[in-house]
C-alpha cells in the first residue's frame, strides 16, 4: 500500500467491482483506450493485476481517496507489455473515472507510483505508452519528467485499429548525490 496526501494506492477490493466498470462503460474514459468494456472484461482485468501484485509486490493499484474511501481508478507499475517496445521493462500506467480528472488525482498518483518504484525496484528507467490520440496521459507522461522516445513509438498490436498508434515515453531513474 503507498499513501499520499490525499490518496490511497492498494490491492483490489471485489468492492472495485461494480465502479470500475462504469469506468470501462464511460465513453470518455475509453475514447483513447479502447471499445467499450463488458463487466467479464473488466473482471479479468482486476483479477489480471491482481494476480500481478500477488507475483511481483507491485501491480496497477486501485486509488482510493483518503477523505472518503472513494475508488477513483487505478495507477502504478507492471512488466512492459509483450510485443512492445517496452517488453522487458517496467511500465506506469494509470486510469481515472471522469469525474475525478482534472483534480491533479493522477499525477498525485503516477508520482507516488515511480516513488515507489525508484525505492523498491532495481531498474534503469520506466516507460510509459499510450495511444497518440491521448494526449491527457502525454501531457501527464511529460509533468512527471518523462521524455519521449519516437524511436520506440509503434502499432499496438492489441489496439483496436483506429487506436493502435502509440507513443512510447521514459523516464530514468534519478540520480542520487552522495551525502
Keep these: 500500500m503507498i499513501e499520499t496526501e490525499r490518496l490511497i494506492l492498494r490491492g483490489w477490493r471485489d468492492s472495485d467491482r461494480t465502479p470500475f466498470h462504469a469506468m470501462g462503460q464511460d465513453e470518455r474514459v475509453m475514447a483513447t483506450l479502447g471499445p467499450l468494456l463488458w463487466r467479464d472484461e473488466t473482471d479479468a482485468l482486476i483479477d489480471r493485476v491482481q494476480r500481478l501484485l500477488d507475483a511481483n509486490g507491485y501491480t496497477f493499484w486501485a486509488i482510493e481517496r483518503r477523505a472518503d474511501g472513494a475508488f477513483l481508478g487505478f495507477c502504478g507499475l507492471k512488466p512492459g507489455a509483450e510485443d512492445t517496445p517496452i517488453e522487458g521493462e517496467i511500465e506506469i500506467g494509470w486510469r481515472l473515472a471522469h469525474e475525478y480528472w482534472g483534480q491533479g488525482y493522477a ?14 525496484l532495481d531498474v534503469a528507467g520506466i516507460a510509459a505508452i499510450t495511444s497518440v490520440d491521448n494526449v491527457r496521459s502525454s501531457g501527464l507522461m511529460e509533468r512527471l519528467g518523462m521524455v519521449r522516445a519516437p524511436e520506440d513509438d509503434f502499432d499496438h498490436p492489441r489496439a483496436v485499429e483506429r487506436l493502435r498508434p502509440h507513443v512510447t515515453y521514459r523516464i530514468a531513474r534519478p540520480v542520487v548525490k552522495p551525502a
Design 107 to 120: 499525477r498525485e498518483a503516477a508520482q507516488a507510483s515511480l516513488d515507489w518504484g525508484w525505492a523498491n
